[in-house]
Nanobody
């Protein structure tokens, strides 16, 4: 079992930045690929970004446009999502996710979910 707890969400003005954190506990964190998904009100959950277990490979989804950066600190059992130049359309609940296989995570398959953290971007 892997437990994931997100933090760092909140209210920010358009153009601002936020850094989300996801703290993991349980099984060996460093053996899992980690990712972020988001779900806007009334819409389906969508992939945002993923990072391999070593941190050497990262991938951002279509919605990122190079403005979001995923990173991890295995010594701290934590994965981060740095979000810059935020827009109102980035408003969503952001979920941390884990899968032992990086390609599976990128394809949207998740073994473990966090409960999410709300990001609200005002115009």
């Amino acid at each position: 079992q892997v437990q994931l707890v997100e933090s760092g969400g909140g209210l920010v003005q358009a153009g601002g930045s936020l850094r989300l954190s996801c703290a993991a506990s349980g099984r060996a964190f460093s053996s899992y690929a980690m990712g972020w998904f988001r779900q806007a009100p009334g819409k389906e959950r969508k992939f945002v970004a993923a990072i391999s277990w070593s941190g050497s490979i990262t991938y951002g989804g279509d919605s990122v446009n190079g403005l979001f950066t995923i990173s991890r600190a295995n010594a701290k059992n934590t994965v981060y999502l740095q979000m810059n130049s935020l827009k109102p359309e980035d408003t969503a609940v952001y979920y941390c996710a884990a899968h032992q296989i990086y390609s599976a995570l990128v394809a949207g398959r998740v073994e473990y979910w966090g409960k999410g953290t709300l990001v609200t971007v005002s115009s």
